[in-house]
T-cell receptor, first 111, second 114 residues
Framework: EPEVTQTPSHQVTQMGQEVILRCVPI?????FYWYRQILGQKVEFLVS????????KSEIFDDQFSVERPDGSNFTLKIRSTKLEDSAMYFC?????????FGSGTRLTVV | DQQVKQNSPSLSVQEGRISILNCDYT??????FLWYKKYPAEGPTFLIS?????DKNEDGRFTVFLNKSAKHLSLHIVPSQPGDSAVYFC?????????????FGTGTQLKVEL
């Protein structure tokens, strides 16, 4: 069964550093997403990406965040200057039709 | 902004009995609802979904019921098995924003005991 692959599984970074979280969505899917889950809280929408541009973003997705699909297979989330409160599980997802598939996540720890 | 709520943070059920997980929503524009199962340190795994034009969808041991007038949906698992122990999230889709984003509830931790 096709999978959404995320790397790394765990990233530790110092506050203020830039991080890039990587995802390989399912190849024939059309929409790509980033969600995050802070420990003990619900899964929150960050951004959706369609046709090589952002189609919707949440209030969380401020100027510190950016997404890119540089080569037609990878889908990346960049956080320019990480803050302690960015510590969370970050999930990539892709969609075709009504089938949303999530990756296993990247645990980001900002110290 | 709690458009999707799961009011029971946890539920404990005996093996073989029925598990009923509940979810309430406030936005009448949601057009599609999904249930996901999640283990720690893993991504959400899709279980079952229902369109807003239907009131029931069944897949094996899993049935989802939708009551649009009450803005309520529920997931029934019967018979419950120990492997069903996980956190269950309901999610609702809003197609009008352009991104088909999902809004998740806070989750219910289901424990199926032997």
């Amino acid at each position: 069964e096709p999978e959404v692959t995320q790397t790394p599984s765990h990233q530790v970074t110092q506050m203020g550093q830039e991080v890039i979280l990587r995802c390989v969505p399912i190849s024939n899917h059309l929409y790509f997403y980033w969600y995050r889950q802070i420990l003990g809280q619900k899964v929150e929408f960050l951004v959706s990406f369609y046709n090589n541009e952002i189609s919707e973003k949440s209030e969380i997705f401020d100027d510190q965040f950016s997404v890119e699909r540089p080569d037609g297979s990878n889908f990346t989330l960049k956080i320019r200057s990480t803050k302690l409160e960015d510590s969370a599980m970050y999930f990539c997802a892709s969609l075709r039709g009504r089938g949303y598939t999530f990756g296993s996540g990247t645990r980001l720890t900002v110290v | 902004d709690q458009q999707v709520k799961q009011n029971s943070p946890s539920l404990s059920v005996q093996e073989g009995r029925i598990s009923i997980l509940n979810c309430d929503y406030t936005n009448s524009m949601f057009d599609y609802f999904l249930w996901y199962k999640k283990y720690p340190a893993e991504g959400p795994t899709f279980l079952i979904s229902i369109s807003s034009i239907k009131d029931k969808n069944e897949d094996g041991r899993f049935t989802v019921f939708l009551n649009k007038s009450a803005k309520h949906l529920s997931l029934h698992i019967v018979p419950s098995q120990p492997g069903d122990s996980a956190v269950y999230f309901c999610a609702a889709r809003l197609s009008t924003g352009g991104g088909n984003k999902l809004t998740f509830g806070t989750g219910t931790q289901l424990k199926v005991e032997l």
